[in-house]
Structures are given as C-alpha cells and as structure tokens.
C-alpha cells in the first residue's frame, strides 16, 4: 500500500544533541513538507520541497535543516539551535499541481 | 503573520444539528483551500477542498462554501454525528511567487459533538 512513513513514532533527546527525524514516501509524490504540532496549536511550517536536491524555508526553520536527495525521502534534523524542539512532528507529501496532502502519522520529540 | 486563521479554538454542537467551522485568509495568492481532520497523535486525514474559482463543494454530510471577497470560507457537516468530533484544520495552498506550492495551515478548532 502507498503512503507516508515516519519513523520513529517517539523519539527522547538529550539537550544539546541533534536528532534527525525520517520521512519515507512511495507516492510517487514531487512536493515534501515538514510540521511542528505544539500543544493547543495548529501546524507550522518547518520546511517544503518541491523536486529533489531542492527545498525552502517555511515559518519557523530556524534549528532545523533537511534534505531532498531521493524523490521518495525528506529527513528532518532538528539541532541544538532550535530552543523549543518538544513537540509532534508531521510530513507531507502532494503531487505537483496537486493540492490534497497526504501527511504520515507522526514523531513525537521529547528533549530530557 | 498568521495568514490563514481560524477564530474559534472550539465548537460544540448536537448530534444531528449542523456542525459550521469558518476560517479566515489574508493571501491573495492563495489558489485552494483544504479541510483536514485530526485526531490526536494521528497526522490529519484530508476531508474536502475547493478551488478559488468556485464557491462550493459537496461531498457527502460535507459542504465548503468559499466568499473570495471576503477571504472566508466555512465547512459545513450535516448531520453532524460523535464521531465528527476531532480538530478540524483549514489549509490553503499558494499558487505563485516565491512561495509556490506552500501549504498554510490555520491553528485548528476542536469540534465536539455530543450524543
């Protein structure tokens, strides 16, 4: 079956490491897209790509960096710039021109 | 700048009744519009969308209505049943300029609908 894959579902970090989280599509799907879910609030717009080898920035990419080297995989590392890096993360992926995303289950990062 | 926004954090409606979430816009270059529902600890899961040329969709218990000149548009869910409640979001997808292809979302509203 055809979907979005995050790994892993819950994910603990120390304070100062970097952790990256992963992103597997087999839709076939062009356009990637990286969320921040925080408690009560919608989600933010970490990053976005639209074809492989390239990405831009969203709302909030400030301690974070991705990467688009394969059509099927958008990994997310979240680094120890980003201040506030507990919460729930989404990926998405659509096809061009396409506008229905379809986003995976989700990580849910908790810095200790 | 939130761009898309959605004024109510929560609703609470009667089974049966008529369930209407509205959400907001400012970007002129927003060319489509999207309803996502989400339950917790789960990613959202598409529900209906509607393209900047016209100003309803329907499917099934679930309506969009989009006023362009307004910026505004509503999902409407007849009859509304328990197993609507989530929280809904609103998206909206930007046809050009720099941001091409970016999708916003609004903050969601909590629907609860009691039997």
């Known amino acids: 079956d055809g979907g979005i894959t995050q790994s892993p579902k819950y994910l603990f970090r120390k304070e100062g490491q970097n952790v990256t989280l992963s992103c597997e599509q087999n839709l076939n799907h062009d356009a990637m897209y990286w969320y921040r879910q925080d408690p009560g609030q919608g989600l933010r717009l970490i990053y976005y790509s639209q074809i492989v080898n390239d990405f831009q920035k969203g709302d909030i990419a400030e301690g974070y960096s991705v990467s688009r080297e394969k059509k099927e995989s958008f990994p997310l590392t979240v680094t120890s710039a980003q201040k506030n890096p507990t919460a729930f993360y989404l990926c998405a992926s659509t096809r061009p021109m396409n506008t229905e995303a379809f986003f995976g289950q989700g990580t849910r990062l908790t810095v200790v | ?115």
């Open chain 2, 1 to 115: 700048d939130q761009q898309v926004k959605q004024n109510s954090p929560s609703l609470s409606v009667q089974e049966g009744r008529i369930s209407i979430l509205n959400c907001d816009y400012t970007n002129s270059m927003f060319d489509y519009f999207l309803w996502y529902k989400k339950y917790p600890a789960e990613g959202p899961t598409f529900l209906i969308s509607i393209s900047s040329i016209k100003d309803k969709n329907e499917d099934g218990r679930f309506t969009v209505f989009l006023n362009k000149s307004a910026k505004h548009l509503s999902l409407h869910i007849v009859p509304s049943q328990p197993g609507d409640s989530a929280v809904y979001f609103c998206a909206a997808r930007q046809a050009g300029g720099t941001s091409y292809g970016k999708l916003t979302f609004g903050q969601g509203t909590i629907l609860t609908v009691h039997p």
